[in-house]
Nanobody, 123 residues
């Protein structure tokens, strides 16, 4: 059974940066594409970014292109999300996910989720 554990969330001022991490266990991490999603209070969970199995390809939702960077370290079974130029509207719980394959999958199609890490951006 795959387990995903996120960390790195917290409180940051507008314009600041955070790096989220997600450690995977119980599965062959390097065999799967990985993704980040987020859910703001009162809103639906949304896709943020995806990375291919090797890390050689990345895909971002339009809102995050140029500000967020997804990456992975297969030797450490770890997924990352570097978030820059954060704004109050980025406040949300950020989730690590293992999708069926590389790409922007719908929430209902995700196989495994982490528990989420809260990111709060103050103005």
């Amino acid at each position: 059974q795959v387990q995903l554990v996120e960390s790195g969330g917290g409180l940051v001022q507008a314009g600041g940066s955070l790096r989220l991490s997600c450690v995977s266990s119980g599965g062959a991490f390097s065999s799967y594409a990985m993704s980040w999603y987020r859910q703001a209070q009162g809103k639906e969970r949304e896709f943020v970014a995806a990375v291919s199995r090797t890390g050689g390809s990345t895909y971002y939702a339009d809102s995050f292109e140029g500000r967020f960077i997804i990456s992975r370290d297969n030797a450490k079974n770890t997924l990352y999300l570097q978030m820059n130029s954060l704004q109050p509207e980025d406040t949300a719980v950020y989730y690590c996910a293992q999708p069926p394959d590389y790409g922007p999958y719908e929430v209902r199609q995700i196989h495994y989720w982490g528990q989420g890490t809260q990111v709060t951006v103050s103005s």
